[in-house]
């Protein structure tokens, strides 16, 4: 049974860099896609973006000039940094494992979530 | 993007009932449909993909159909630990989308 276990974010002041990191224990880190989602305070899920098993990424539009995903292979772990946050960019942020269905990927396990809340 | 469209926002039932949700694209997805589960302050949990395979561990009460723009969940007996919000998710082309979620209540 995979687990994703993630850290970082906090507290950060407008402008500043968010910073998140998600581990995988128990499972194949090879042939999925990992990527990450947010929930701001009270509202609906937001798919930031993923990257593949080919090392390829897709982010979305919304976020894309301040987004990167990485991947560190070595250690099982994948990272999200979101640069110049606003207060808008205060959410819960979920990392997120997508396994293959038909010519794409579902999710199918999730980190349990991590607090950034920016404000000055 | 793809625009999806949940309804209804929120619903009220009780334990035994049988609920169904439904989720429209606003374009053809085919298959391409996924149903999360969040209770309050956890995080999501995956129910569904290809718009009616459970995902393993998920109870056979949960059932999804659907192809196209039109999908539906269907929960068949409600229990206590489903008065969640379940949203529907499109992953069949960037950026994916949600749904804005329905919130089942007691």
């Known amino acids: 049974q995979v687990q994703l276990q993630q850290w970082g974010a906090g507290l950060l002041k407008p402008s500043e860099t968010l910073s998140l990191t998600c581990a995988v224990y128990g499972g194949s880190f090879s042939g999925y896609s990992w990527g990450w989602i947010r929930q701001p305070p009270g509202k609906g899920l937001e798919w930031i973006g993923e990257i593949n098993h080919s090392g390829g990424t897709n982010y979305n539009p919304s976020l894309k000039s301040r987004v990167s995903i990485l991947v560190d292979t070595s250690k099982n772990q994948f990272s999200l940094k979101v640069t110049s946050v606003t207060a808008a960019d205060t959410a819960v942020y979920y990392c997120a494992r997508g396994r293959r269905s038909g010519d794409s990927t579902a999710v199918d396990s999730w980190g349990q979530g991590a607090l950034a809340t920016v404000t000055s | 993007d793809i625009q999806m469209t949940q309804s209804p926002s929120s619903l009220s039932a009780s334990v035994g009932d049988r609920v169904t949700i439904t989720c429209r694209a606003s374009q053809d997805i085919s298959n391409y449909l996924a149903w999360f589960q969040q209770r309050p302050g956890k995080a999501p949990k995956s129910l569904i993909f290809?718009?009616?395979s459970l995902q393993s561990g998920v109870p056979s009460r949960f059932g999804g159909s659907g192809s196209g723009t039109d999908f539906t969940l269907i929960i068949s007996s409600l229990q206590p630990e489903d008065f969640a919000t379940y949203y529907c998710?499109?992953?069949?082309?960037?950026?994916?989308?949600f749904g804005q979620g329905t919130r089942l209540e007691l």
């Open positions: 998710q499109q992953y069949y082309s960037y950026p994916r989308t």
């Open positions: 290809g718009a009616s």
